[in-house]
């Protein structure tokens, strides 16, 4: 079992919609959960940063994490086509010498107009 | 203020030359990683500085693959005799510390023919 799975899809929505994001985890040690948005041709620029459970709201971009099922999640409200993008979960824990920051293979979201 | 900038953009070689990547880091940040993304896939994690020293080196995938930095700023990636499976985007980060969030460069798209 990989430590972090993300569907790759891809997404296609209408602009408008709702878009939800998941990745789930298998390491309890991860602490802090991130997702990154990265257009073609771009490295990825860090869009939500999390380090509990529960929601963190951001604009249009609403971040969850459940710990207990270790399972986090992108919400995307009033999609645009700007939008359209791969979206990549992260996820770190660091400490005692050691260090690991892993990510999903990646959500490609194409939002139509 | 600047961002982490790579070079070069592109990056085109012949199977068994050596080429060198360049990453300049935040001012600042002390921490550098060094990641590849090759078509298709998720984000690699190859190498973390924290400093001059490299504590994880676990994700270098031969030895044809090096990389240092000096003086807390500039890190190169070297990979001597290049491979067509070397063929990636190349991508670099950097944050304030170990543990914190990365912000990453533009990349360095390899082609290897």
């Known amino acids: 079992q990989k430590e972090v799975e993300q569907d790759p899809g891809p997404l296609s929505v209408p602009e408008g919609a709702i878009v939800s994001l998941n990745c789930t985890y298998s390491?309890?040690?991860?602490?802090?959960f991130m997702w990154y948005r990265q257009y073609s041709r771009k490295g990825p620029e860090l869009l939500m940063y999390?380090?509990?459970?529960g929601n963190k709201e951001d604009g249009r971009f609403t971040a969850q994490v459940d710990k207990s099922s270790k399972y986090i999640s992108l919400f995307i409200r009033d999609s645009q086509p700007s939008d359209s993008a791969t979206y990549l979960c992260?996820?770190?824990?660091?400490?005692?010498?050691?260090?690991?920051?892993?990510f999903g293979k990646g959500t490609k979201l194409s939002v139509i107009p | 203020g600047a961002g982490v900038s790579q070079s070069p953009s592109n990056k085109v070689t012949e199977k068994g030359k050596d080429v060198e990547l360049r990453c300049d880091p935040i001012?600042?940040?002390?921490?550098l990683y060094w990641y590849r993304q090759s078509l298709g896939q998720g984000l690699e994690f190859l190498i973390y500085?924290?400093?001059?020293?490299?504590?994880?080196k676990s994700g270098l995938p031969s030895d044809r693959f090096s990389a240092e930095r000096t003086g807390g700023s500039v890190s190169t990636l070297t990979i001597q005799r290049t491979q067509q499976e070397d063929s990636a985007v190349y991508l670099c980060?950097?944050?304030?510390?170990?543990?914190?969030?990365?912000?990453f460069g533009p990349g360095t798209r390899l082609t290897v023919l």
């Open positions: 001012s600042g940040h002390t921490a």
């Open positions: 999390t380090y509990s459970s």
């Open positions: 500085f924290q400093g001059n020293s490299a504590p994880d």
């Open positions: 390491n309890s040690a991860f602490q802090y």
């Open positions: 980060a950097s944050s304030t510390q170990e543990g914190d969030t990365q912000y």
């Open positions: 992260a996820m770190t824990y660091s400490g005692a010498g050691s260090y690991q920051l892993t």
